[in-house]
């Protein structure tokens, strides 16, 4: 019967380079799957479109204060009013404001409400300048409301 010895040394320098081996070929496998979406080596997978195309929409509770202000002055007394402020008040949104100024006059025909007012909300206190038009069926349109 032959017998085959081996001798430590061999045996054991053999596993640490196998252990390395398979370490250094997962750590390959997983950066070659992090680095696809990286693109780390020039493919051309970047979305390139532009910010610029997506249109704003208004935000919906600048949209509710409008009606708040245009309801306050279009049913203003101005022989009352005159120069006083007006306060508003939106229970909706939190917001609050006063209109500071309100002149009448006509534009195209149409009796028509030009007024300045701040607006106080979470996002800060800002002016605004606006106007607002009697249509031919009686009702208040909102035509100008722009943030100064």
Same mark, same amino acid.
Request: glycine letters at 8%.
């Given at each position: ?27 390959? $496998?997983?950066?070659? @799957? ?7 080596? =020039?493919?051309?997978?970047? /979305?390139?479109?532009? *910010? ?43 917001? $609050?404001?006063?209109? @500071? ?7 195209? =025909?149409?009796?028509?409400? /030009?007024?300045?007012? *701040?607006r106080h909300s979470f996002e800060g206190i800002a002016q605004f300048t606006g106007q607002t ?16």
């Amino acid at each position: 019967m032959a017998l085959i010895a081996k001798t430590f040394n061999r045996t054991s320098q053999r596993r640490p380079f196998a252990a390395k081996g398979l370490a250094i070929i997962a750590v390959a $496998a997983a950066l070659s @799957s992090c680095t696809s979406s990286l693109d780390l080596f =020039g493919g051309d997978k970047v /979305d390139r479109m532009s *910010t610029g195309t997506i249109q704003a929409k208004r935000n919906p509770t600048t949209m509710s204060d409008e009606v708040t202000v245009q309801n306050a002055v279009s049913s203003a007394d101005l022989s009352k009013v005159s120069m006083s402020p007006l306060p508003w008040a939106n229970t909706t949104t939190g917001s $609050a404001g006063v209109v @500071s100024s309100i002149r009448e006059g006509r534009n195209q =025909g149409h009796i028509c409400r /030009d007024f300045t007012t *701040t607006r106080h909300s979470f996002e800060g206190i800002a002016q605004f300048t606006g106007q607002t038009c009697l249509t031919n069926s009686g009702d208040w349109m909102l035509t100008s409301f722009d943030r100064q």
